[in-house]
């Protein structure tokens, strides 16, 4: 560039950062809407508090004081005195299943079932309310929670159900237990082979046990029926209605199917979708979706789609989590790899075709040698195709080699994670791994000491979507059981500022649109949330009491407690 041309794009330059706020001040519109009197916690470094918000259309317009907001204040702008309440960006869980979790909220309760009987008497209620035929499914049973805690089996149901095919998962959703007429149906007898990555529990007479691990759920899975499209829109719109109340105002829903998409399009087309989706279906999919020619982030601010989610293995609580060590007390028990990992060449294709055609990755990793493995195909990926910012993910990356964290910030790989489960999970895992390894587990802490960008989500509906538990989880760490009050492995613990920034910047990194949603800065989409406390102030463990008045997307009130109580 010549003397002269230089000189002549600095005056552009500097028109373009001096005209708009000269305009500003001779003809300011006035907002939609202004939240004054709040205690703005931006999640943006460059002006980390306010104490008002102006929005103008979906966007937000200014934050500062009330004062300066109130220059924004015009005859038709909606004013909401927050009255010196928490305004919060809103949630974005990193990690969902947002059909499984609308399903379950109407679905049976198995989770708090604290023995074999009542278990089986919860199932047998809801047989006796269910249409002939039709299925029985979620439930999320735990039987961690039983004294003793044996796997159940399908004699403790069989006869409350003999005309209702029922399959009850496990919380973890690595296991399931059918009833003998799921069985049927699904032509599983003493002579079915156990599938790669899955295995049927047998008695001792091989017989199962109704216990279906990993893969081997498929042999039941292909025999329900699909959802119709009108049962899957009625519990999409309940999804959405529920995500409002508790504050979340964007997800990214992992293993989306295509009927999942569909509905979605349609709601967006109707102008109802309350929570932003960002779409991740399952890697089994590449191909299609290399054919659309869509990238990573595809779409617009309400839906997006353009990654894909993988699976390397199983879960801890299902001895199917892949180690290098065997489990404590499961003789040569190491867990297992996924069907997507047989062989690993197989995902090592996919990887590379997805990255070929500009997708996301994010792969569910749980056991120390599952993502090592995972790690190892990521690096062969950039090795093949070079640098670019591609943001692989791991999901849940619970339980960490020591050697690799270092290389996870290399790879510049985003720990997607759930500070839920690390309660939940913390009531057991030291008896299946034992101290060392348990030490390496939502090791949070060292993941942002090491410089790994964190992502904060549920897996609901593994785990609650209610993002102030798993607020509550990550700043605690106090397990479930009470037996850990002053933190499970607490040097892991996070701060709330910490927990709230992966919550919300970490999470919309990991969707690629920290620059659309994330903070409360001017210019970005006005998502905020609007809490019954100050979750900076009160104690640690009163986190989990606070609850959220008033959800705003786009500027727009998706959820009203207010509103809520009166009906
Ligand atoms: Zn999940």
């Known amino acids: 560039m010549n003397p002269r041309n230089r000189t002549l794009w600095l005056?552009?330059?500097?028109?373009?950062?001096?005209?708009?706020?000269?305009?500003?001040?001779?003809?300011?519109?006035?907002?939609?809407?202004?939240?004054?009197?709040?205690?703005?916690?931006t999640v943006d470094k460059s002006l980390p508090m306010a104490q008002a918000v102006a929005v103008l259309g979906d966007r937000i317009v200014a934050v500062g004081s009330s004062t300066d907001i109130d220059t924004w204040h015009g005859p038709h702008t909606h004013l909401?005195?927050?009255?010196?309440?928490?305004?919060?960006?809103?949630?974005?869980?990193?990690?969902?299943?947002?059909?499984s979790g609308g399903k379950q909220l109407d679905s049976i309760q198995l989770n708090d079932a604290s023995s074999p009987e009542e278990f089986a008497r919860r199932i047998g209620d809801r047989a006796k309310v269910t249409p002939k035929g039709e299925w029985i499914l979620g439930g999320n049973w735990d039987e961690t929670k039983w004294n003793p805690s044996n796997m159940p089996t399908r004699d403790l149901i069989d006869a409350l159900t003999p005309d209702t095919?029922?399959?009850?998962?496990?919380?973890?959703?690595?296991m399931g237990l059918a009833n003998s007429l799921a069985l049927r149906l699904a032509g599983i007898t003493a002579h079915t082979p156990d599938p790669p990555g899955g295995t049927v529990v047998r008695d001792a007479h091989r017989n199962p046990t109704g216990a279906l691990k990993d893969a081997a759920t498929d042999y039941i899975y292909k025999v329900i029926p699909p959802l119709t499209h009108d049962q899957r829109l009625k519990i999409v719109?309940?999804?959405?209605a529920y995500a409002a109340s508790v504050g979340v105002t964007s997800v990214q829903h992992m293993v989306a199917s295509y009927e999942d998409i569909a509905?979605?399009?349609e709601l967006l087309q109707h102008g109802a979708l309350t929570t932003r989706i960002y779409a991740a279906p399952s890697i089994t999919h590449v191909d299609d979706l290399a054919k659309l020619g869509i990238g990573r982030a595809f779409g617009g601010p309400y839906l997006r789609i353009g990654a894909l989610k993988a699976f390397a293995d199983g879960s801890l609580g299902s001895g199917t989590a892949?180690?290098?060590?065997?489990?404590?007390?499961?003789g040569n028990n190491r867990g297992l790899l996924s069907d997507e990992m047989h062989p690993i060449s197989l995902m090592r294709d996919r990887f590379m075709?997805?990255?070929?055609a500009g997708l996301q990755i994010c792969t569910h990793a749980i056991g120390d040698e599952g993502i090592s493995t995972i790690l190892d195909l990521y690096a062969d990926v950039i090795k093949a195709h070079g640098e670019t910012d591609r943001r692989f993910r791991i999901e849940h990356a619970q339980h960490m080699a020591a050697k690799d964290f270092e290389r996870f910030a290399q790879l510049h790989v985003i720990a997607s994670v759930q500070p839920y489960h690390a309660i939940d999970d913390g009531r057991f895992a030291e008896s299946h791994i034992g101290h060392?390894?348990?030490s390496r587990t939502y090791a949070f802490r060292t993941f942002l000491d090491q410089g790994v960008r964190l992502a904060f989500g549920t897996d609901w509906e593994v785990a609650p979507l209610d993002p102030i538990l798993t607020v509550y989880a990550a700043v605690t760490r106090a397990t479930l059981d009470g037996k850990n009050p002053g933190g499970w492995f607490p040097e892991q613990k996070l701060s709330v500022a910490e927990a709230i920034d992966a919550y919300t910047m970490g999470s919309a990194y990991a969707e690629f649109q920290e620059k659309e949603k994330g903070s409360i800065t001017t210019g970005k989409l006005a998502d905020m949330v609007l809490l019954s406390d100050d979750i900076f102030a009160v104690a640690p463990e009163k986190i989990r009491d606070v609850r959220v008045l008033k959800t705003f997307l786009g500027g727009r009130l998706v959820f009203d407690a207010a509103a809520a109580h009166q009906r």
Not at 165 to 174: A, L, N, W
Not at 353 to 356: L, S, T
């Open 80 to 99: 909401i005195d927050a009255g010196g309440k928490l305004l919060l960006p809103g949630f974005n869980d990193a990690h969902v299943h947002f059909v």
């Open 436 to 438: 060392d390894r348990a």
């Open 263 to 265: 509905v979605y399009t």
């Open 353 to 356: 075709k997805a990255d070929a």
């Open 165 to 174: 095919p029922v399959f009850v998962s496990r919380y973890d959703g690595h």
């Open 322 to 330: 892949y180690f290098y060590e065997p489990f404590l007390n499961q």
């Open 237 to 240: 719109k309940r999804a959405l």
């Open 11 to 41: 005056l552009v330059l500097l028109s373009c950062l001096v005209l708009p706020e000269w305009n500003q001040a001779q003809s300011r519109p006035e907002a939609d809407l202004i939240i004054t009197d709040a205690k703005v916690w």
